[in-house]
């Protein structure tokens, strides 16, 4: 049972971290590099000394080198906003990698599309 309730804890603070960051981000910091960025998802390490921050983002290609780098270079401004904010023992070092599910997702949607385009093109007729 305890496990369980580390579970939930961690996930909890994955969540406040998410929503703390974004908030900051949005508001607060002024690399032009970094522009529009949605946080999608945390991970936490078991020790709460490290934590993936996963991101999207309208950029591409060097746009998105250019983001990745922005939020790096940040992160030490990130980490000190957010221990203001969240009460745990120890603040964690942020890792921001970038959250290539969404674009997946779209090309999935698009060669779904397609087929289903050709499959409709290639079925005979039905009689009745």
Same mark, same amino acid.
């Given at each position: 049972?305890?496990? +369980?309730?580390?579970?939930l804890? &961690?996930? &909890?603070?994955?969540?406040?971290?998410?929503?703390?960051? #974004?908030?900051?981000?949005?508001?607060?910091?002024?690399?032009?590099?970094?522009?529009?960025?949605?946080?999608?998802?945390?991970?936490?390490? #078991?020790?709460? #000394?490290?934590?993936?921050?996963y991101?999207?983002?309208?950029?591409?290609?060097?746009?998105?080198?250019?983001?990745?780098?922005?939020?790096? +270079?940040?992160?030490?401004?990130? &980490?000190?906003?957010?221990?203001?904010r969240?009460?745990?023992?120890?603040?964690?070092?942020?890792?921001?990698?970038?959250?290539?599910?969404?674009?997946?997702?779209?090309?999935?949607?698009?060669?779904?599309?397609? #087929?289903?385009?050709?499959?409709?093109?290639?079925?005979?007729?039905?009689?009745?």
């Amino acid at each position: 049972m305890p496990a +369980n309730k580390g579970f939930l804890r &961690r996930d &909890r603070i994955c969540e406040q971290i998410r929503r703390e960051l #974004a908030e900051v981000i949005r508001t607060e910091l002024r690399d032009p590099r970094v522009g529009m960025v949605s946080l999608t998802e945390v991970h936490i390490s #078991a020790d709460y #000394a490290h934590a993936k921050v996963y991101f999207s983002s309208l950029a591409a290609g060097e746009q998105l080198d250019s983001v990745v780098l922005g939020l790096q +270079n940040a992160s030490g401004f990130l &980490r000190g906003e957010l221990g203001k904010r969240i009460s745990i023992h120890s603040t964690p070092q942020l890792h921001f990698i970038f959250d290539e599910s969404l674009e997946r997702g779209e090309k999935m949607s698009k060669l779904i599309s397609e #087929a289903a385009a050709i499959s409709d093109q290639t079925d005979p007729p039905e009689q009745a």
